[in-house]
């Protein structure tokens, strides 16, 4: 390329980086805005909640209520992030507007009345929601609606988890398993930083997680920066979490397909699953695994932040909250499944250090981000969260935590309209490309 064409592209690549600019920052902003007010409320009704428990038994009404909006006014809303997901594939109907109100207010009466769920799945589909509503605003092209979607998603997640980096990184690579969507590359890295200062802006505080644990070299190799004795540990634990993140989804997607199978009424379905969830927690004799579980009003109370010290869990509370999870969100009630899955996986690392003897709060944060990414199938955005909620000095463990979980969490996962773009390591007989893969990836496949 000669001098005049390459300044000619440069020109031009910087002409779109700047029209991308105007156009994502207003919608940056309003995702941000609206993130911070569910952020807002969000910790408003948990509060509520432990102050007077009896909400709980009110479950079951909340249940009928958000399956009653979603069959009155949601349309093709209910898909949620699948449906987002979906309309980057394959755009069609769009993603409505209606979209952002359902899920905002039905995700505050899930935590309010004691359903076991998140926030990242309402982050990302009201960012979905504005993404559409403004590219039709704007009367964009199908393909930078394609491009403003991802953006969308971006928005969300960065801002509901004050990670930007993560966030723009899990939007490009939460669509395909083996592949990255490049060319939205700095758009979605643009969306993440705005809508995550401007959620900051309005005085949102995220939860701040501390790994004491400083990695040192090995004592037999000290040219090494790392502990290959606990690096083994990290392997087998990643391992398991990779088993946790698919359990997780294999369960959700079960008890959604068969309570609807059994269950004819829709109106009965979450009130079957608010018994279950209530009565579970009875039985337990704890209520430390309904809502969100970042934080506990009690001390000694289970929770992620408390799963990074050492007797911060029980030997099953990653299965419990695991079960509770897949009940609540698999039942009809709404909300997102990435905070539980850190849950999850905080706590199983608690129970791995305390059998292993590795450190706790180490694989803790390993467990936080490795569980997520199996169940997920997006190891380098959840390796870049380890980085941006815990700092860079134990990163190697990050990666092999999360590429390992990764490996071992099968081509399924929380998203069914994830699409397989390549297999996970060699393919071998009976590891074929899934269904809903594009057609060039299934003929790239058979070559």
């Avoid at 990435?338 to 905080?346: M, N, R, S, W």
């Amino acid at each position: 390329m000669n001098t005049t064409k390459y300044a000619t592209a440069q020109l031009h690549i910087a002409k779109q980086l700047l029209r991308w600019t105007l156009i994502i920052f207003p919608v940056s902003i309003s995702i941000g805005l609206l993130v911070a007010f569910f952020l807002w409320l969000l910790d408003i009704v948990t509060v509520l909640r432990w102050q007077h428990l009896w909400l709980i038994f009110l479950l079951p009404l909340a249940g009928i209520l958000i399956v009653w909006l979603y069959n009155r006014f949601g349309k093709n809303s209910h898909a949620g992030n699948n449906l987002i997901i979906d309309e980057i594939h394959e755009p069609g109907g769009g993603v409505p507007f209606r979209m952002t109100p359902l899920i905002l207010f039905t995700t505050i009466i899930t935590h309010l009345f004691g359903g076991s769920a998140g926030r990242e799945g309402t982050a990302v589909q009201m960012g979905g929601s504005m993404a559409s509503q403004f590219a039709d605003w704007f009367k964009l092209s199908v393909y930078d609606k394609q491009i403003l979607l991802m953006c969308g998603m971006s928005a969300g997640f960065a801002a509901v988890f004050g990670t930007p980096v993560a966030g723009a990184v899990f939007a490009l690579e939460v669509l395909y398993i083996g592949r990255i969507k490049y060319d939205a590359l700095i758009p979605c890295l643009i969306a993440g930083i705005v809508a995550h200062i401007t959620c900051v802006s309005c005085s949102i505080q995220h939860t701040q997680y501390t790994i004491a644990f400083k990695s040192s070299s090995d004592s037999f190799f000290p040219h090494i920066s790392f502990d290959l004795f606990l690096l083994g540990k990290v392997i087998i634990a990643g391992v398991l979490f990779g088993f946790a993140g698919f359990g997780f989804a294999a369960l959700s997607h079960t008890i959604k397909n068969k309570s609807r199978q059994f269950i004819t009424n829709p109106l009965l379905v979450p009130v079957v699953g608010a018994v279950l969830v209530v009565g579970i927690s009875y039985l337990l004799g704890t209520f430390d695994y309904l809502g969100l579980g970042v934080t506990n009003p009690k001390p000694d109370g289970i929770s992620i932040v408390n799963a990074f010290k050492t007797g911060g869990a029980g030997y099953l509370s990653w299965f419990w909250k695991l079960l509770l999870t897949a009940i609540t969100l698999g039942m009809g009630f709404k909300g997102g499944e990435v905070t539980p899955l850190f849950f999850i996986g905080a706590t199983l690392g608690n129970i791995l250090a305390t059998i292993s003897g590795a450190p706790v709060d180490l694989m803790a944060g390993l467990g936080f981000i490795a569980v997520f990414a199996g169940a997920t199938n997006t190891p380098l955005a959840c390796t870049l969260m380890g980085i941006e909620l815990f700092g860079s000095e134990n990163i190697i463990y990050y990666a092999v935590a999360c590429f390992t979980a990764y490996y071992f969490s099968g081509h399924s996962g929380i998203y069914k309209s994830q699409r397989v773009a390549v297999t996970k390591l060699s393919p071998v007989k009976g590891n074929t490309i899934s269904p809903s893969s594009s057609k060039e990836d299934t003929a790239r496949h058979k070559k």
